[in-house]
């Protein structure tokens, strides 16, 4: 099982949000990092089918993902940075709504909804309404409803945005687990660089729409230290990748 990015461009009217960037995403925890504005979220978007490609393609085993229809919605969960849900839907009320809306038995959805309630520490809410929780607790319930289908592609936009110490350590060990549990892909993004260091194997670094670097944290620290770069935590590493990129696409805008 592999997502291919292929060439991928979007392009809005005079800003390029995603230039040309190619990607094999392999079953494990792929973290994205990149700054504000970097493309993050336009390209999580066009991976998870709710925005097109300007060009290039976006392929499942091989397969071009609208062409899929359908069968890749089966197979795919995401938690967007914000997601909707009705002001008077309980937590179960809520997930037994997703779970309707992705076809499964409600026997499978039944079962499906307490386990991942026990997994994320959600089973004594579950009767409360979503607009009553905490900012911690909804995108715990955000993160089960993306994987009700038990998904084989799976994107998580921020999971960790307003947990606590203790939430964050729970979302963190079960996000590791999954490939796992469920030979999937997961691909995350976060603004906290320890958290993707902790929770990720592999990592893309975008900047300005582009793709710095693809490759495994050991990959990027022997990169660093190649460059000159401090390379003593991912955070380091970022930055100085981010700056001498910005460096030198000042210098050739002054050509």
Known sequence: MQLEICNVKKQYKDKCAVNGVNLLLTPGVWGLLGANGAGKTT?????????GTTEGEIRYDGVEIHTMGKAYRDIFGYLPQEFGFYPGFSVQDYLEYMAALKGMPKREAKRKID????????????KKKIVKLSGGMKRRVGIVQALLNDPEVLILDEPTNGLDPSGIHEIRNLVKSLPTLYDCTVL??????????????????????????EGSLDEL???????????????????????????????????
């Not at 390209?43 to 925005?51: S, Y």
């Not at 386990?115 to 579950?126: H, N, T």
């Open 43 to 51: 390209l999580m978007r066009m991976i998870a089918g709710i925005t």
């Open 221 to 255: 620290r022997r990169n660093a230290l190649q460059a000159g770069f401090a390379a003593d935590n991912l955070e380091e590493m970022f930055l100085s990748m981010i700056d001498n990129d910005n460096t030198i696409r000042k210098q050739r805008a002054k050509l």
């Open 188 to 213: 995350i993004s976060s603004h906290m660089l320890s958290e993707i260091e902790l929770m990720a194997n592999d990592i893309g670094i975008l900047n300005h729409g582009r793709l710095l670097f």
């Open 115 to 126: 386990e991942l309630l026990e997994q994320v520490s959600l089973s004594e809410v579950r």
